[in-house]
């Protein structure tokens, strides 16, 4: 049992760890102040919400391991984040639609961790609610204003949305720590999650006058620890100065 | 108001008055309602420290700022960072608003008048330089989380509005 919550738990934080790094390379390389400054307190947010659930799960394992050994000291395969956040930053089209396949889930999730049997978890739900909101209307926002905007910016949208799709599915799939936390009336169930996200989706893509692609073929795997290639160049980044200098502080 | 849900014992409201939130130095840690306790145990000051925002940088440096007021007067004092219940800007004091609206940072809207705001239904957001409402939206993300961008159509001065959060 207490396992399998470490496990879920993680399963759960890795998602936002991961993309809150993505988002933090962008730190001083957005396309103007503004959004620069925007995408950066996205990932702080992320990052804090890890830390919430990395805190947590480090008291599961008293004594064993630190929040800084969990974020930093796994290899690769116990990386158990979906293959849609650890895709690289290209253009900022590409890094809005990810942002936007991934905070319509998030929101929709965080609504069902409220309902948690778990009080710990409620909590940082509750806290990473608010937050998340703002994260799905910034992105949503950006996803219309670009796909109804020029033909250049139109046609950068529609190329990705069109490459990101096939990582959308593996968003409701169900880990093994998943199905044992489902029955324990602590983890939400992501199955049923599914076609309120497609519809929400649907209708954003829609009024942004993009095409929602009909591809059939959805990639997974992230959740198994089985990952796209782009995952190990962000963990020899983020990692750098842990491996490095190992226990080093601030 | 926020003292309402706050166990926190008024002989250490002084030293507690004391420590301000490093990005609104204006505001000290009472203005903003993160404590949400403080009481002596056996000689020892125990805080419960609640964050704005999952992942606001200042909580670190404001457990530290308390840390350093009380052994100032020789006091240990232990900071423990709780994340429930979750902060509401509504926690700010009345006072709070006022600093911060002289600081040049616009206090928080209702839920309603916030999202009318924020989604540019409505020109509602004071501008802090002139006093005009004929503001608009820049940046949903301020120079902080916690904060959106502004601009003054009148005076065109920019300025942070701080975003209602419930």
Redesign the interface.
Known sequence: MKNDLYNYILGIADNSLILGQRLGELCGHGPNL??D??LT??S??????T??YFQYAATLVEGEKTEDDIAFMRTERDYKNVLLVEQPNTHFGFVIMRQFLFDVYHLQFMKKLQQSKD??L???A???I??VS?HE??SS?WVIRLGDGTDESREKMQEAVNGLWRYTNELFQLTEADKAMVSEGIAVDVSTLKDEYYAKVSEVLKEATLTIPDDNYFQKGGKEGIHTEHMGYLLADMQYMQRSYPNMKW | MHLETTHIDPSLLPILETVSDPEIPVLSVLDLGVIREAFEEDGVVKIKLT?T?????AMDVIGDDLRTAFAAIGKKAVVQLV?????TTDWISEAGKQKMEEYGIAAPLSETADKDA??GNAKVVRCTNCGSQNTHL????????CKA?FKCDDCQEPFDYF?C??
């Open positions: 503004e959004t400054i925007a307190n996205i702080l947010d992320l990052l804090g919400q830390r919430s009080e710990t409620v909590a940082i509750n806290k990473g608010k937050e703002y209307r910034f926002d | 964050p925002y999952s992942g606001c940088p994340l429930a219940p979750a902060w924020l989604l820049v940046s949903q993300f301020g120079s902080t989380a961008l975003k959060l419930k």
